[in-house]
């Protein structure tokens, strides 16, 4: 969501530059919004030594956690060795702190290893601010959407206080969530997809697709039907495939094309939504071309969190309707 307000605006830059080996970053933060639009580009970074700050789970068992926010979207992934990342942080920091972090810390997670934006749209990133300032996060993945939206300007205020690691989103950049695990960026590219000469927030959502040996997850944020397209074009044979899909854009039928969901071929969709939303999420014309697959559909309005474990061979699917309350 896009706001412009008439007030003037300073932005300060934080440069740390690191020794021997260990690759230059730069992260320039917004203090005050302008009139023109954030546009911060974190340079790719290398990895910072491993010091994850979590807890080991006993089984070798992968966790990704859609959480129940409300009429927005948060992912929590635990992997085996503890190592944890949170896309996105739904639309309030109410709901962060009440149920996203008890969530962590009910399994044993004390730092948060990944942050992931997939776009700077309020409802996904409503939550960030609070949640950057009561867990320390290792690293911060923003594909770094030109946007006015300030709650993006506080976030990136506190990445650079904490002094958190900045890295790029871009297609064929990876993640490193421990051993057995891949995490592969597949969305956005360069040069962004615009919307009306404007780069468009939506099309240029980071996409995530989580492996861990035969199970696949894909983490879709807002794409729309041109970045779907452009994403079944760019992949090779079945490499799309997911048993799991993190349906895009809250169910909405801008979203889910006919041709996307072939190529995912998922067996379980999830809809990140709001229970009785202003949208009408998820859509009718979704929900028909889900059900028309034989794909089994989630709600997090209406089955609250949904949690899916798998050891790499099969998942199983646990929800959570506590505190289901709409948006």
Do not use: K
Not at 114 to 128: K, N, R
Not at 134 to 148: E, K, L, S
Not at 234 to 252: C, E, P
């Amino acid at each position: 969501m896009r706001s412009i307000e008439n007030a003037s605006a300073a932005r300060t830059c934080l440069a740390a530059l690191a020794v021997g080996a260990v690759l230059s970053l730069i992260l320039c933060g917004v203090l005050l919004l302008t009139v023109a639009p954030i546009d911060i580009l974190p340079r790719p970074a290398t990895l910072p030594p491993d010091r994850r700050g979590t807890v080991e789970q006993t089984a070798a068992t992968t966790t990704v956690a859609v959480m129940d926010v409300g009429q927005g979207m948060c992912v929590v992934v635990l992997a085996p060795d503890g190592t944890s990342m949170v896309v996105d942080a739904g639309r309030s920091g109410d709901r962060i702190e009440n149920i996203v972090i008890p969530y962590l810390r009910e399994n044993g997670i004390t730092e948060i290893d990944y942050l992931v934006v997939t776009h700077p749209d309020q409802d996904h990133i409503g939550g960030m601010p609070r949640l950057l300032n009561q867990m320390p996060v290792r690293n911060f993945v923003d594909p770094a959407i030109p946007t006015t939206n300030q709650t993006y300007g506080h976030t990136l205020e506190r990445v650079l206080e904490y002094s958190v690691n900045p890295i790029l989103a871009r297609a064929g950049n990876s993640l490193d969530l421990g051993t057995g695990i891949r995490v592969d960026i597949l969305w956005p590219r360069e040069p962004f997809l615009l919307d009306g000469g404007e780069p468009d927030t939506n099309d240029n959502s980071t996409v995530i697709q989580l492996t861990m040996g035969n199970v696949r997850f894909l983490i879709t944020g807002d794409i729309e039907q041109t970045a779907e397209e452009m994403i079944v074009e760019s992949m090779v044979n079945d490499a799309l495939q997911s048993d799991v899909l993190v349906v895009a854009h809250h169910g909405s039928n801008s979203s889910s094309t006919a041709q996307f969901l072939d190529a995912v071929s998922p067996s379980v969709a999830v809809i990140p939504v709001g229970l009785d939303n202003q949208y009408g999420h998820p859509h009718d014309e979704v929900m028909q071309r889900l059900r028309f697959r034989g794909i089994t559909i989630h709600r997090t309005d209406l089955d609250g969190t949904v949690e899916l474990t798998t050891n790499g061979e099969q998942f199983t699917v646990q929800l959570d309707r506590t505190g289901i309350d709409g948006q």
